[in-house]
């Protein structure tokens, strides 16, 4: 009776719908489950080698029904069926595999078992070995998808070439579901540092690339689908320090970069975010900015800048100041280009945009505050950017204002007598006073606009509007703030100002 039972299982067909073929599959349910049925399955398994093929096949179509796990389970066919995965005939594997994947699915106390008997070498043998073969591989991908959460899966996969494998599926799947599976598993492994790694090495993003490339302008949502899980997954794979570093050294930059230029006239959106949030993170590490300005990406950014797409301009942006953080050559290159400084003038002037507006203005006061050269600070003034800097004061972020009020004090300090007519008809003497004048304006803003009114003492005109103002009478009473920073800066500032040696 056991070949009428599978057959109502769903061996021989599953138009299992009539309410009578229903109660005969319950009816074949409880039966299999009195008879013994999966401990005889088991030692067939363990000992008969010319059945066990077959009996592996019954127990992969048995184990499709919810019902039917839990005896499997009780019968410790899993650890039975285990070893059958070192086989070498193809059959075998493949109905060891269904098997031990329908027992497995959703169980994660059986799934981290089985990573703890060594699962992961056979399966990474399997991909490796029968890498042609569809119906393993896609057994093989649909195991690995199911374990790839675990963390002790991802560690054990870390040991393993399985990035090479992974990458070679990806660029020899022809089918939106196989490209599916693959991105699933991918994005599972992209959480692990050293996977990452090794998916980079392995070449993962210059497959990504073609396969964006080729889907470009489809308005199938089966495409769609297939460019948004690349698209998230370069951003993944670029998340992080570590990573990083070692990713600019094998030149992803480029490729991004290439990929960008290909996308950024009409092209896809969560392309290009994807690119350009990866280039963004590939500019954070400070060993990174030196050898992408070396590899003139700077120059090739800027060459971008040229789309007329905000989000576009706006990472862009972002990225320009990330690179140019902490780099006195970064800030030199770009603040004596006149025509990225009237762009940046032109963007700062527009206000339907705030994001743009304000990364333009970040950038300029980055430029600003990492450069040492006189030639950079006539370069912006020229350019007509000193106003909105000065703007930039009175922001309603205080990390802005800060930027603006540091950068407007070190271009003080390297060439006040250029600046000072800007700062005259921008009204930056009057701008600081409110800003001190405000109870609501942060400490350190009020630290950072005094350290710049020291600065602007230094010229007579403006001396002369300080005066003016009655600025010494705000600091006056400045010097009882409960902060003690604003206090010893009041204190300088009023030695300053009267003339006296600061101590």
Known sequence: TLSQHLEYLGLCGDDTEAEDQILEKQRSFSLLRESGIFLTLAKILKGNPRC?????????????????????????????????????????LLHAGRAIGCICYDNRDLQEELVKAGVIASLVRILTDYAESEPLVHVDLLALCNLADLDTAKE????????????????????HERLEIVFEVLQALAENDALKVQLVEAGVQEVLSEIL????????????????????????????????????????????????????EGGDISVQHAALSALRNLAIPVVNKV???????????????????????????GTLRMLADGQADAAEILGQDPMLLNRLVQWCNVNDHTGIHGEANRLLASILRHNRSQEVVKAIQEAQGVKHLVSMTTSKHAAMQNEALNAL?????????TLAESFKESQLVQSLHKLLQDDNTSPEVKYNSMGLLCSLLNSGDLRQEIEEDKIKETLEQLCSHSNANVVKEAVTTLQVLRGETPH
């Open 213 to 264: 490339l080729r889907l470009q302008g489809s308005s199938q949502a089966e495409d769609t689908c297939i460019v948004k899980a690349a698209s998230d997954l370069i951003v993944s794979l670029l998340l992080g320090d570590g990573n990083c570093v070692r990713m600019v050294q094998l030149g992803v930059i480029h490729q991004l970069l290439d990929l960008l230029e290909k996308h950024v």
């Open 409 to 417: 004090a070190i271009a003080s300090a390297i060439d006040l007598e």
């Open 52 to 92: 066990a093929v077959k009996a592996a096949q019954v127990l992969s179509e048995i184990a499709k029904n919810e019902e039917m796990k839990k005896p499997c389970i009780e019968a410790d066919l899993v650890l039975t069926l285990i070893p059958l995965l070192e086989s070498t005939d193809q059959e075998m």
């Open 156 to 175: 054990a996969l870390s040991k393993t070439k399985v990035a090479e494998q992974l990458v070679k599926q990806l660029r020899r799947a022809e089918s």
């Open 291 to 317: 050898q992408m300005l070396e590899e003139g990406v700077a120059e090739r950014i800027q060459a971008l800048l040229r789309s007329e797409v905000p989000p576009v301009q706006f990472k862009l942006l």
